[in-house]
């Protein structure tokens, strides 16, 4: 029965921090994505879609670090209500509290294993194609009269004004994508629209002046009536780089293996981020037997609370961080690649006999009490 009211009262608090925390990163998360929905015409289809690539990406970060919270408040809350001393009093274990978190974390290394070996990847590789395609189409909503505008790669345009009924009024074009035939046009008035890839200019009373490679003089024409399209998909967009983190676990391993003869030290970073995707999420069963196992050893009543959490929260933090700087090391040195497994592996092993043995358990008491 206190099992259930342990596990009880855990995962409701994991499931608010889960929220709360995810709710924050997501939320940071598509703020820095928002300059490619403002002004779209279909701007909330935009979001929505974006919002659902964002979901496994911020439960992958918001798992973890949701799951050692919880176990920090759970054992304050209990030990501070002097629930543990009734715990221990009625005849449970250091063990027997500490083995639902170590089996919830279990379940959560499990569901953040497939997080970061499937779902993150292909989510990020479809919300970065996404953003590339969303950041090559130019709305005309957002070329501000007065401002030049940057935003196709190797094109300026310029607005004098836009009038009542949408045409434009003095139009500035430069497109340079073609270094061997550059174009200038000014137009004293303009129609623009886009149309899928294509953004497309009518144009009225004005001049072309195009400079050719190898020609000493430019070519200038004066139009009444002018139509310039621009491909967007086209000319200096160019092709966008995957990234590591849009590979499966799978596909750093068949990466790794194809630039292994070529590009040796290329391959030991697919092949560490690989395992990085499987090695991280071993933090959570040690943050159950760090945190669980010592606090509920050493905190019974309010007024013990302050030694055991900063030694808790050091020692957790501080085998985390040391853990990615393995990581980082297995970067450029596949030797390291097996210290990413070992030490979290080691620090619940060296762990085990405090929270499994009465004799270190009480010398751990005594130590923090």
Partial sequence: MLQRYLVQQSLATFFMISAGLGLVIWLSQLLRLIDVIIGKPDAVMVLLELCLFLIPQTLAYALPVAFLVTCVLTMLRLGGDSELAVMSAVGLSIRQITIPFLIFSMLLMIITILLNTILVPNATEKLRDRVFDLRDQVSTNLIEPGNFDNRIPGVTLFIGRERA???????????????????????????????????????????????????????????????????????????????????????????????AASKPAESVRYLARAHEQISQTLFLPFFAFCVVGIMASTIHHRSNTFKPLTVTILLAVGVRLLGIFIQNEANDNKLFIIGTYAWPILMMLALAPFIMFDSPNQRLKRALT
């Fill in 165 to 259: 009924d949408g045409s434009l009024e003095n139009l500035f074009i430069h497109d340079r994508r073609d270094n061997t035939n550059i174009v200038t046009l000014t137009s004293a008035d303009a129609n623009m629209t886009a149309d899928g890839d294509n953004l497309i200019l009518i144009l009225a009373d004005g001049v072309l002046r195009k400079q050719r490679e190898g020609s000493s003089e430019d070519e200038v024409l004066a139009f009444d009536n002018y139509q310039y399209v621009i491909a967007l998909n086209g000319g200096g967009v160019g092709n966008r780089n995957i990234k590591r983190s849009e590979f499966t676990f799978v596909e750093l391993l068949e990466e790794s293996e194809k630039l």
